[in-house]
């Protein structure tokens, strides 16, 4: 791809760069650790990864991490897997996201908002009293460090309450939203075995009412090692039968203690979108958690005390946990439990006006079903205080970019950014001091020896490569739930290239260090030895009108063919005809190449996703080479199971 000298979409001030976070923090490192003074990011990137040990315990010490017990040193082990962070130290990560109740405890920590768009506060002060007494009734429930407590609840502050509680005793948290079914639930919950479950008996999603008390009864039913259920009221039903009350417990004035945990301590477990097999538990640490959201929502998201930040997610997808960790910076996160376009598509942008949010994060679809829906936000809302729209779940397209520029603000920080459930973190993307290019992240982050390799390990630039970490980074996984000789870990990340963190993903690394995600490399198109990435398609196709949603595939055929089929999901009213057809396969021809035009274009009733909003593409791909259903995907992670009922008909069909 070309990457020849475009101009930037946006650029910070220097007044903006001089006051960014990550430029006290060079400023610092060079006088206390040994960075670089001068040459900008580029500079202070490439310290970060070739001094990784210095980084991180500069990282700690501008934190001011509080270490009950001192480290031996930074890495003891640094061989991926099994990488060895601060051997020696303890710590609390809940100690460290209260901190600010000492300093500003009558300020909003938390700002709730439901569908009727009207923020409740809860100040500091309320958390770490409401964390405190929760924290006390679980260890009189004989919760102890390591024991797994589990949320069945939405976007809620209890939520975060029970979440935090539970890292104050050294248990394990893990939480799944209550639009998940109760096989999706089971196959996550029963892997850790929790001793503790929250739940609520309902929710509201686009102006209606969910009864959600038949799947917390099975869920009791399924799950033998609860010792107790604690009842949350959100539709105001009484307490069913042997259930706890959530004001009972958080009723105490009392103040948290925290335990003390080794470094690796288990925090939570977050699940992988698992489309085959069993969702993968994946467990990360009290102390790689803290310090890589201490850098990169101090440092990458320029987040403090003054700041809001709001991210549209459920309890259901590593976001949530990430917009919790904004607890760390002292900043007030914006909790938003309902549907992401009630009353209307634009609604996002208007709880944002409401909170005052400075950083609005949100999902690349989002952003273009805005476009599409011809919403205007800056017309229609006051963002005058928000300064960065940051977006994830997919590669937000070139008009995208453009959109949020025109619509927003052309003085507007626009950070595509890209990580996994993996790490519940980014390796690329917002960087306050740097450029926005169209269509690219703008850098890898501190720490993240990010590279583009070919199939031979060798890195590349200005070409399409795999996303590989070479280096750790102190929230990869300290290991999954019950893989107990590590082989399911191992082999999730490290197989391709020994020793080396392989993500799954194609990507360009730019000559200019910026970033380009193609989607995933495990669904890649390749024709003809070229390989291609779906995101690119998609942009394409649905920036017509027509289409509401598409989804590619590449299909290796058993006389040694390749089929590319584009399924098209059309808009109301919209017909796929001679014209729509030459339409869509000139726009792919024109936009990208001759190449990637389909074999076919089919349309469907709809794309399915994963429970978290991605499409799915590697379970229709198997779909259409033959696998059954039952064995081609795990059904409890799948939006809608009997979108894919259509492509397994298909395949039969077509023999």
């Given at each position: 791809?070309?990457?020849?000298?475009?101009?930037?979409?946006?650029?910070?001030?220097p007044?903006?760069?001089?006051?960014?976070?990550?430029t006290?923090?060079?400023?610092?490192?060079?006088?206390?650790?040994?960075?670089?003074?001068?040459?900008?990011?580029?500079?202070?990137?490439?310290?970060?990864?070739d001094?990784l040990?210095?980084?991180?315990?500069?990282?700690?010490?501008?934190f001011d991490?509080?270490?009950s017990?001192?480290y031996?040193?930074?890495?003891?082990?640094?061989?991926?897997?099994?990488?060895?962070?601060?051997?020696?130290?303890?710590?609390?990560?809940a100690e460290?996201?209260?901190?600010?109740?000492g300093?500003?405890a009558d300020?909003?920590?938390?700002l709730?908002?439901?569908?009727?768009h009207?923020p409740?506060?809860?100040?500091?002060?309320?958390?770490?009293?409401?964390?405190?007494?929760?924290?006390?009734?679980?260890?009189a429930l004989?919760?102890?460090?390591?024991?797994?407590?589990?949320g069945?609840?939405?976007?809620?502050?209890?939520?975060?309450?029970?979440?935090?509680?539970t890292?104050?005793?050294?248990a394990?948290?893990?939480s799944?939203?209550?639009?998940?079914?109760?096989?999706?639930?089971?196959?996550?919950?029963?892997?850790?075995?929790?001793?503790?479950l929250?739940?609520?008996?309902?929710?509201?999603?686009?102006?209606?009412?969910?009864?959600?008390?038949?799947?917390?009864?099975?869920?009791?039913?399924?799950?033998?090692?609860?010792?107790?259920?604690?009842?949350?009221?959100?539709?105001?039903?009484?307490?069913?039968e042997?259930?706890?009350?959530?004001?009972?417990?958080?009723?105490?004035?009392?103040?948290p203690?925290?335990?003390?945990?080794?470094?690796?301590?288990?925090l939570?477990?977050?699940?992988?979108?698992?489309?085959?097999?069993?969702?993968?538990?994946?467990?990360?640490?009290?102390?790689?958690?803290?310090?890589?959201?201490?850098?990169?929502?101090?440092?990458?998201?320029?987040?403090?005390?003054?700041?809001?930040?709001?991210?549209?997610?459920?309890?259901?997808?590593?976001?949530?946990?990430?917009?919790?960790?904004?607890?760390?910076?002292g900043?007030?996160?914006?909790?938003?439990?309902?549907?992401?376009?009630?009353p209307?598509?634009?609604?996002?942008w208007?709880?944002?006006?409401?909170?005052?949010a400075?950083?609005?994060?949100?999902?690349?679809?989002?952003v273009?079903?805005?476009?599409?829906?011809?919403?205007?936000?800056?017309?229609?809302?006051?963002?005058?205080?928000?300064r960065?729209v940051a977006?994830?779940?997919s590669?937000?397209?070139?008009?995208?970019?453009r959109w949020?520029?025109?619509?927003?603000?052309?003085?507007?920080?626009?950070?595509?950014?890209?990580?996994?459930?993996?790490?519940?973190?980014?390796?690329?993307?917002?960087?306050?001091t740097?450029?926005v290019y169209?269509?690219?992240?703008?850098?890898?982050?501190?720490?993240?020896?990010l590279?583009?390799?070919?199939?031979?390990?060798?890195p590349v630039t200005?070409?399409?490569?795999?996303?590989?970490?070479?280096?750790?980074m102190?929230?990869?996984p300290?290991?999954?739930?019950n893989?107990?000789?590590?082989?399911?870990?191992?082999?999730?990340?490290?197989?391709?290239?020994p020793?080396?963190?392989?993500?799954?993903?194609?990507?360009?690394?730019?000559?200019?260090d910026?970033?380009?995600?193609?989607?995933?490399?495990?669904s890649?198109?390749?024709?003809?030895?070229?390989?291609?990435?779906?995101?690119?398609i998609?942009?394409?196709?649905?920036?017509?009108?027509?289409?509401?949603?598409?989804l590619?595939?590449?299909?290796?055929?058993?006389d040694?063919?390749?089929?590319?089929?584009?399924f098209?999901?059309?808009?109301?009213?919209?017909?796929?005809?001679e014209?729509?057809?030459?339409?869509?396969?000139?726009?792919?021809r024109?936009?990208l190449?001759p190449?990637?035009?389909?074999?076919?274009?089919?349309?469907?009733?709809?794309?399915?996703?994963?429970?978290?909003?991605?499409?799915?593409?590697?379970?229709?791909?198997?779909?259409?080479?033959?696998?059954?259903?039952?064995k081609?995907?795990?059904?409890?992670?799948?939006?809608?199971?009997?979108?894919?009922?259509?492509?397994?008909?298909?395949?039969?069909?077509?023999?």
């Amino acid at each position: 791809m070309s990457t020849v000298n475009p101009s930037p979409l946006w650029q910070p001030t220097p007044e903006r760069i001089a006051h960014a976070r990550i430029t006290k923090f060079q400023a610092w490192a060079a006088e206390h650790h040994g960075a670089p003074a001068h040459g900008g990011y580029a500079a202070l990137h490439r310290w970060s990864v070739d001094e990784l040990d210095t980084f991180w315990k500069a990282v700690t010490e501008w934190f001011d991490v509080r270490f009950s017990t001192p480290y031996a040193r930074v890495l003891g082990d640094r061989s991926m897997p099994g990488a060895e962070w601060f051997p020696g130290a303890t710590l609390n990560y809940a100690e460290h996201a209260l901190r600010a109740a000492g300093t500003r405890a009558d300020e909003p920590a938390l700002l709730y908002v439901d569908e009727t768009h009207e923020p409740t506060p809860v100040s500091w002060s309320e958390l770490r009293r409401q964390v405190g007494s929760l924290a006390a009734e679980l260890r009189a429930l004989g919760v102890r460090p390591g024991d797994r407590v589990s949320g069945y609840l939405p976007n809620v502050p209890q939520a975060v309450v029970a979440l935090l509680a539970t890292a104050a005793v050294g248990a394990v948290w893990t939480s799944c939203a209550p639009d998940f079914g109760a096989r999706s639930v089971l196959d996550r919950f029963q892997q850790v075995e929790p001793v503790v479950l929250f739940t609520v008996d309902g929710y509201r999603y686009g102006g209606k009412e969910h009864d959600r008390r038949d799947v917390v009864a099975q869920l009791r039913g399924e799950l033998p090692t609860l010792r107790a259920v604690v009842h949350i009221p959100l539709l105001g039903t009484e307490a069913p039968e042997g259930a706890l009350d959530w004001s009972t417990l958080t009723s105490a004035d009392v103040d948290p203690v925290f335990e003390p945990v080794p470094f690796d301590h288990p925090l939570w477990v977050l699940y992988s979108s698992g489309t085959t097999g069993l969702p993968k538990a994946i467990v990360q640490s009290q102390g790689g958690i803290l310090v890589e959201h201490l850098k990169q929502l101090g440092l990458h998201c320029d987040l403090g005390t003054e700041d809001r930040f709001f991210w549209y997610t459920s309890t259901g997808w590593m976001m949530w946990n990430f917009l919790v960790s904004g607890l760390l910076t002292g900043t007030t996160i914006v909790l938003y439990d309902g549907s992401p376009g009630h009353p209307d598509t634009g609604a996002q942008w208007r709880i944002a006006e409401r909170t005052g949010a400075t950083l609005f994060g949100t999902s690349a679809a989002y952003v273009m079903a805005c476009r599409k829906a011809e919403v205007h936000p800056s017309r229609d809302a006051d963002l005058t205080r928000v300064r960065c729209v940051a977006t994830t779940g997919s590669p937000l397209p070139p008009d995208g970019f453009r959109w949020l520029h025109d619509e927003v603000s052309e003085d507007l920080w626009i950070a595509s950014v890209s990580g996994g459930t993996d790490v519940c973190s980014c390796f690329a993307g917002a960087v306050p001091t740097l450029p926005v290019y169209i269509g690219e992240l703008q850098a890898a982050g501190l720490g993240t020896d990010l590279q583009s390799w070919d199939a031979s390990g060798r890195p590349v630039t200005d070409e399409v490569g795999e996303l590989v970490v070479t280096n750790p980074m102190p929230s990869m996984p300290v290991r999954f739930w019950n893989d107990p000789d590590g082989s399911r870990y191992h082999d999730s990340y490290f197989d391709t290239y020994p020793g080396v963190w392989r993500h799954g993903d194609w990507i360009t690394v730019t000559a200019r260090d910026s970033v380009v995600i193609h989607g995933r490399s495990d669904s890649t198109l390749n024709r003809q030895g070229v390989r291609m990435g779906s995101a690119d398609i998609y942009e394409a196709v649905e920036r017509l009108p027509e289409i509401k949603e598409s989804l590619v595939i590449g299909v290796e055929q058993p006389d040694g063919g390749y089929w590319m089929p584009l399924f098209v999901h059309l808009a109301p009213g919209a017909e796929l005809d001679e014209a729509l057809l030459d339409r869509i396969k000139r726009t792919i021809r024109e936009q990208l190449s001759p190449r990637h035009v389909p074999d076919e274009v089919i349309e469907v009733p709809g794309v399915p996703h994963t429970l978290t909003g991605k499409r799915i593409e590697v379970p229709v791909k198997r779909l259409l080479q033959g696998t059954p259903l039952d064995k081609a995907v795990n059904a409890g992670s799948v939006d809608d199971v009997e979108l894919l009922k259509f492509y397994e008909r298909l395949a039969r069909e077509r023999g």
